[in-house]
């Protein structure tokens, strides 16, 4: 398991805007599965929506490339390199995430062309679907 400062070490994000807290599975340039616990003093949970809050589907989608940035930026080749967005496809959100809730984030690399690539990736609460996407990205 990777502690959030391992997965610092390794991704250039930074509270509040890191939004894994841990790394379960990891094969390097593969796959990993990470988890977030969602936290009722998140700052974004005071706009979005007060008296309703709901985790917004983008951060939830962050979250997602962030565990696949750790995926392909722990092979050797990509060390010390950032993982950029380059686009999303075929986002579903199936369920809100609300505090109190636990991601289970999981991105596995499905297609690699140098420094770009495609996650296919998956975000559950309690074993069920909340969101989905293929995550394009850029290393550089």
């Known amino acids: 398991m990777y502690t959030a400062q391992e997965i610092m070490n390794i991704i250039p994000h930074r509270y509040p805007f890191l939004m894994v807290d841990t790394i379960e599975e990891l094969e390097p340039g593969v796959r990993a599965l990470g ?4 936290s009722g003093n998140e700052p974004y949970f005071q706009g979005h ?9 983008v951060l939830i989608l962050e979250a997602l490339a962030q565990v696949g940035a750790v995926a392909i930026l722990s092979d050797p080749q990509w060390k010390g390199k950032t993982a950029y967005f380059a686009g999303i496809d075929r986002a579903r959100f199936r369920r809100k ?8 984030l999981e991105t596995e690399i499905i297609r690699k062309k140098g420094p ?3 996650g296919r990736a998956r ?6 679907v909340a969101a989905e996407a293929e995550l394009t990205f850029a290393i550089s």
């Open 35 to 38: 988890k977030k616990c969602v």
């Open 49 to 57: 929506f007060p008296g309703n809050p709901v985790m917004p589907g």
């Open 97 to 104: 995430v609300m505090p109190g809730d636990v991601l289970t």
């Open 116 to 118: 770009l690539g495609v």
């Open 123 to 128: 975000a559950c609460v309690d074993g069920r």
